[in-house]
């Protein structure tokens, strides 16, 4: 079994691949204060109620792929790989990993190591030229030329920053349930609220879409667009430029590092 960790700034994507297929998954909220031993505790509580593994801690883990926008938790979680599965093979998406797909920026170090992670899973599954949609802390927008290029990409606000601002700032305004109104018209606060974060990042997503598409590929629509991240049900039904949901690409996208590192030792 192949243990795949996205660690992103607000929460923690855990998923048990059995060869090809995900055989559980877990959410976690990422805290950057968590020590090793901690985070330890935290994956025997989740990994011992699963069936197909162990009550110890590494029972049935073959191998382990973490990739982090964190530094502090990719810390600890390398020191978790070392005390814990010493003798388990770890990948860790860091510069040198091998995963199959050129980076065109100007500093490479500087692409999230999930946005590279979710280009080389969108190439694997959909093929080039495709823009993958992660709706995460921030939503980002990530080109994948023709050719299986990292080509570049957009960062916005997320979801959540935005209602957590709304609250903040509007004085008369306060921190609201992300759902979809009865209408587009809102007949209260909450209402006129939940419709501009939904309406407003269907038609942001449709907009910033449309546009890269026309600068990646002659025809745009050659383009794939892959949506991902937790808040991606909540915008797929309004925005039209989405053409699939993959809500594991970045765990796939570990796990097919995994193979393409791991397969050489």
Known sequence: ????????????????????????????STDARRTADELAVLLNGLMGMHPLLGEELGDGIDGIAICSTVPSVLHELREVTRRYYGDVPAVLVEP??????PILMDNPKEVGADRIINAVAAVELYGGPAIVVDFGTATTFDAVSARGEYAGGVIAPGIEISVEALGVRGAQLRKIEIARPRSVIGKNTVEAMQSGIIYGFAGQVDGVVNRMARELAGDPDDVTVIATGGLAPMVLGEASTIDEHEPWLTLIGLRLVYERNVSRT
């Open 96 to 101: 040198g990993i091998k995963t199959g797909v």
């Open 1 to 28: 079994m192949l243990l795949t960790i996205d660690v992103g700034n607000t929460h923690t994507v855990l998923g048990l691949f059995d060869g090809e297929d995900i055989v559980e998954h877990w959410r976690i």
